[in-house]
């Protein structure tokens, strides 16, 4: 038996025309225009839903970094108040408790506002404005309190 006779036969059909590996690989030159634009279109806007999802986390973690800046800001609200057996006026404010150290700001660079005595009865209150630096809001331009953070 030769080794002819044991490689598998290729089928030709009559009056086709059998086709060289080149002539296949330059058969088809590329893709079209429109394939490309719809390629492009699908691309892009794969882009802007995983970018809009990633804004929206970003938003959501100013928040959260803003609360977590808020709880530290506080205790050493607290130590002034054990220390001094009274806490911080509002005249006062920050400052008198950081001292010579700069007053930290939250996540929009807006300065957090301190209220001394607070609402409902307590001490102090710590109030940051949220994404647009003004009173009031909704969604993620409302105000975060520190009393409502206790609460």
């Given at each position: 038996?030769?080794?002819?006779?044991?490689?598998?036969?290729?089928?030709?059909?009559?009056?086709?025309?059998?086709?060289?590996?080149?002539?296949?690989?330059?058969?088809?030159?590329g893709?079209?225009?429109?394939?490309?634009?719809?390629?492009?279109?699908?691309?892009?806007?794969?882009?802007?839903?995983?970018?809009?999802?990633?804004?929206?986390?970003w938003?959501?973690?100013?928040v959260?970094?803003?609360?977590?800046?808020?709880?530290?800001?506080?205790?050493?609200?607290?130590?002034?108040?054990?220390?001094?057996k009274?806490?911080?006026?509002?005249?006062?404010?920050l400052?008198?408790?950081?001292?010579?150290?700069?007053?930290?700001r939250?996540?929009?660079?807006?300065?957090?506002?301190?209220?001394?005595?607070?609402?409902?009865?307590?001490?102090?209150?710590?109030?940051?404005?949220?994404?647009?630096?003004?009173?009031?809001?909704?969604?993620?331009?409302?105000?975060?309190?520190?009393?409502?953070m206790?609460?």
């Amino acid at each position: 038996m030769d080794i002819k006779d044991r490689m598998p036969r290729r089928r030709i059909h009559p009056g086709r025309k059998t086709r060289s590996w080149r002539e296949r690989l330059h058969s088809r030159r590329g893709m079209t225009l429109v394939e490309v634009m719809v390629v492009i279109a699908i691309i892009l806007t794969l882009m802007g839903i995983v970018g809009y999802g990633v804004m929206q986390v970003w938003e959501n973690s100013r928040v959260e970094t803003t609360k977590l800046q808020m709880g530290r800001m506080i205790e050493r609200v607290q130590i002034y108040h054990v220390k001094h057996k009274k806490p911080p006026t509002s005249g006062e404010g920050l400052a008198v408790v950081y001292g010579d150290a700069a007053v930290p700001r939250d996540a929009w660079d807006n300065e957090f506002i301190y209220l001394s005595p607070g609402p409902d009865g307590s001490d102090y209150d710590l109030i940051s404005y949220g994404r647009d630096g003004v009173e009031g809001g909704t969604g993620l331009a409302e105000d975060i309190h520190l009393s409502d953070m206790l609460n």
